[in-house]
């Protein structure tokens, strides 16, 4: 920050010969005279009801009591453009304009003549600001209220920054606070401060009041104290040095001086500012909050009440309690100092939290007197008054039981620990004794013998889910004490048992559904854990409530496979995991991904719809990511076509996307961003025509346009009849969009999201969600003798295949000749393959239809893809049959899958 000082902003009116510029020695006028009844404690008033700002010369008789304005004048003016005074009829206007002055960075008032403002003393400062809503935020510092140090002239000292500054930079409230022991402080050549401190008040608030409070005393020592209140609120309190070492004490200026650049080349955004003070009040020591804050319905900062009818117990040669009464209710803690008998200084020996209401003050010598006085703290109102002053005397050394311990507290930590602690009441006990109850016995035991000025004890090795009571005493050769009081508490339940047979599935391109069995009865809730496949940690995902056996992870990324733990937990505990489960969201397009493209300058192939069909060799198409076009304006594309305008009207893009088993798919999402429009086809089958003239289905020719202009977005969610077919394995998403002219468009512009969505998995009833119908079970698994046998993962038969892959199959768990299997032969050079179907019927296949594929891959280069008219068959009950001519070895495989109701 920086004051430059050739003025009186700078300060003083004698200022030392030899420096330039010229000094403003015009005044604020009797605007601020003080009223001749002045409430005790409060030094000056200004409310801005007596006159304007006139000005006044040099030496006037008045001068004492006024405030001479630094830089342009401000004015007093009544309500003004919607802006309404603090209090009264009047307030001050402060106004710089940059772009007709290149001078104007000031417009203040300053409390300057006889300031009776002294280091070392305390003084209260109260006024209140209003910045209109045209206010906007600039990256430099505008001082709005500010206190500076006078200089020592005569041992060579020169203006300096402000000891204290409040400003409005960046948009935020902002005070700034230096401080120097130094007698001068340009001794060492330059200005160098001892320290200074810069606070952050948050956001400023336009079209309103702000009411400022500080309470200041003045010191470039250890001793000095600050505090500010906006709007009722202390926000900062500090104690420590904040201010010059100078002979007299910073005087007070307000207005608006904006930080340009040395005055004559701007720096900063907003060249044009206005804003309004009203309500100033300075008081000295005597004076109080209520009377120098701004007047009206502000919140007066509710300081906690002092506590009263402290009571000392002595408890024995070196302990005192100190016992108090709370008289407030919004103390954060309470202060307790203490003198020793013969001492001048207080020490702060303690500060208990809130609400609290005894303390025990140990390490005493005996026999000795000791004096007391506690008061209340709150961090955001401040400190009470101290209580009266108490003291009392240690006990003599001399040989006595101790004092009984008090406050004994147990807290159950697991299924078999227990935490006790009290309050020591004594200072000569050897040790304590412990004795605990069971719940339901009348017997106390002992079980523990802690050493002395023990106050915590942890009892372990107990048994889940159990009551037990406590109690506590001390003791020394002279005797016992008395007993505590009679603590209890209940061990946590054990942990409960841990969830089984996890599944995962895909729901969609962003979506994976998890299962589980619930297999615990004491459960809070399930917690669960996410892994992405090629990243190391795990991340915790949700927690649930109890019952819980199913849940949905959503907003994933496409064609992406996760790893999932689930657990249950309770008070005493976790579980252990279930099995881990993981699954792979469907394919998808994300927006910005890449794409073939071909610019229209002809069309895309011959016949002219061949480029939209899954089978079209796009190998010589260009590549690029989205956002695809061009544009006037600063977009960022991710394939820029600067050659189109005045070239061609359209562009081609394909894109593919994988489909494992199109029978699961429910719907397909498509989201679109476009300009002018579009025509789009999955498969080769026209889906969507959007401000594209033309009979759907119809081909539009490479140098068409579009309808009219548009710059929008699009989306749509295709089902049942308005949903393509899809295929297994790969899909081409291809679409054609279209500029709404060749020559004057200023822009075109495409990108595209698709997410495909699966169908809820529904099965017949199945109580124990396994996946397993009921029905299912209870024909082919209730025989089973082993109940572990009865899982969805088990394999009773050993034949390689689970429950669950035989309930798919259609195959008989039982028997171990009954499963799914691919017969394969050469005859003659040729390969035969062939597989039995099983139509979907019997218990648990209620609505449900199977389905069989036979797919091939060459030899360690795959991928696998359907074998030509066997890509999708429905189980009926017959037999399958391919019979291949490959020279070159192929790998073959049959695969089955339920589509469920």
């Known amino acids: 920050m920086k004051n430059d000082g050739p003025s009186l902003g700078g300060g ?69 453009s919607g802006v309404r005074p603090r209090a009264g009829t009047y307030m001050m206007k402060s106004f710089l304009n940059r772009l007709e002055s290149p001078v104007s960075y000031r417009t203040e008032v300053v409390r300057y003549g006889p300031r009776n403002i002294y280091i070392g003393r305390e003084y209260w400062y109260g006024f209140s600001i209003y910045l209109p809503a045209d206010y906007a935020p600039d990256n430099i510092w505008e001082i709005v209220a500010q206190w500076h140090g006078c200089p020592d002239f005569e041992i060579g000292e ?19 606070n230096r401080w120097d022991a130094k007698r001068n402080t340009f001794e060492s050549g330059a200005r160098v401060y001892d320290g200074s401190v810069d606070w952050d008040l948050g956001r400023y608030q336009r079209e309103k009041w702000t009411d400022w409070v500080f309470h200041v005393k003045w010191s470039y020592q250890a001793d000095g104290l600050l505090e500010v209140w906006q709007d009722g609120i202390r926000v900062i309190r500090r104690e420590g040095p904040n201010c010059y070492n100078d002979a007299e004490g910073p005087y007070f200026k307000t207005g608006l001086y904006k930080g340009w650049h040395d005055r004559y080349e701007p720096k900063g955004s907003v060249g044009v500012r206005t804003l309004y003070h009203d309500e100033f009040r300075i008081g000295d020591v005597s004076a109080s909050y209520a009377q120098v804050a701004p007047p009206g319905p502000i919140q007066l900062p509710d300081w906690p009440l002092p506590p009263n009818d402290v009571q000392l117990v002595v408890l024995s040669q070196s302990k005192i309690q100190v016992v108090w009464r709370d008289n407030s209710s919004n103390e954060d803690s309470f202060k307790i100092d203490r003198r020793q008998s013969g001492a001048t200084t207080w020490v702060r020996i303690a500060a208990p939290g809130r609400n609290a209401t005894t303390y025990t003050d140990s390490g005493l010598s005996a026999d ?36 009984a311990p008090a406050g004994l507290a147990a807290t159950a930590v697991s299924p078999n620990r227990v935490e006790l602690q009290w309050t020591d009441r004594s200072g000569n006990e050897t040790s304590f004794k412990i004795d605990r109850r069971q719940s339901g016995t009348e017997a106390w035991v002992r079980i523990a013998v802690p050493a002395s000025d023990t106050t915590t004890y ?10 037990f009571y406590y109690m506590v005493k001390a003791w020394n050769a002279a005797g016992n004490s008395d007993y505590s009081n009679v603590a209890d508490a209940r061990t946590f339940p054990p942990p409960p048992a841990p969830p089984a047979e996890l599944a995962a599935r895909a729901a969609g391109s962003t979506a994976i559904a998890l299962s589980w069995r619930d297999r615990s009865a004491n459960e809070t809730g399930f917690k669960i854990d996410r892994r992405q496949s090629g990243t190391t940690p795990w991340v915790r995902l949700a927690t649930t409530a109890a019952n819980v056996s199913a849940w949905s992870d959503t907003g994933l990324p496409p064609d992406t496979r996760f790893y999932y733990l689930v657990k249950a937990y309770n008070a005493g505990g976790d ?34 719809g061949a480029w939209r069909r899954v089978d079209f060799d796009d190998a010589a198409w260009a590549e690029g990511a989205g956002p695809i076009g061009y544009s006037d304006y600063a977009v960022p594309f991710g394939t820029e076509l600067t050659d189109m305008r005045g070239n061609y009207t359209c562009v081609f893009l394909r894109r593919s996307f994988a489909v494992a088993e199109p029978a699961a798919v429910s719907k397909l999402r498509i989201d679109a961003a476009y300009d002018d429009g579009f025509i789009l086809w999955v498969n080769g089958a026209e889906v969507a025509r959007v401000n ?56 075109c512009l495409f990108d595209l999201e698709l997410a495909l969505v699966c169908s809820p998995l529904s099965v017949a009833a199945d109580a ?29 038969d050993r034949d390689g295949l689970s429950n669950l892959e035989e309930y798919v199959a259609g195959t008989d768990p039982t028997a171990g000749g009954s499963c799914f299997a691919v017969d394969a032969r050469l005859v003659g050079g040729q390969v035969r393959l062939s597989f039995p179907t099983i139509a979907a019927a019997g218990p648990g296949y209620d609505g449900c239809t199977r389905h069989y594929a036979l797919e091939s891959a060459a030899v360690g280069q795959g991928p696998w893809r359907p074998v030509p008219g066997c890509a999708d068959i429905i189980g009926a009950g017959q037999l399958v049959r391919y019979t291949t001519t490959e020279s070159q070895p192929r790998l073959y495989r049959a695969r089955v899958w339920l589509d469920t109701p």
Not at 66 to 75: A, D
């Open 12 to 80: 003083c009116a004698a200022r030392p010969a030899g420096r330039t510029g010229a000094v403003l020695l015009a005044c604020a006028a009797s605007a601020f005279l003080l009223p001749s009844t002045t409430p005790a404690g409060l030094m000056f008033l200004g409310d801005f009801e007596q006159e304007g700002i006139v000005s006044l010369r040099k030496g006037d008789p008045n001068a004492s009591k006024l405030w001479y304005h630094s830089g342009n004048p401000p004015t007093v003016v009544k309500a003004t």
């Open 158 to 176: 020169d203006w300096r920054n402000p000891v204290m500054a409040l400003d409005t930079r960046r948009g935020i409230w902002s005070i700034v």
């Open 368 to 403: 000795t007197r000791y004096y007391y006085m506690i008061k209340a703290s709150s961090s955001s109102a401040g400190d009470s008054p101290y209580s009266a002053a108490v003291a009392t005397t240690t006990g003599p050394l001399t040989a006595q039981p101790p004092a």
């Open 458 to 467: 942890t009892d372990t090795g107990l048994p889940a889910d159990t009551k």
């Open 575 to 608: 579980s252990s995991c279930a099995n881990k489960a993981d699954a792979t969201t469907l394919d998808g397009i994300d927006a910005g991904t890449a794409w073939k493209y071909r610019k229209g300058t002809a069309e895309a192939s011959d016949p002219a």
């Open 692 to 747: 594209v003239d033309g009979v759907p289905g119809s081909t539009v020719p490479c140098d068409a346009v579009a309808a009219d202009n548009q710059n929008s977005a699009w989306a749509a969610t295709l089902t049942g009849a308005t949903m393509p077919a899809l295929r297994r394995g790969e899909n081409v998403i291809a679409v054609q969009v279209f500029n709404r002219s060749l020559d004057t468009s200023g822009d």
């Open 768 to 796: 124990d969600a396994d996946s397993l119908p009921d029905a299912w079970e209870a024909a082919l698994l209730s025989g089973l003798s082993d109940p572990s046998d009865q899982s969805n993962s088990a394999d009773p």
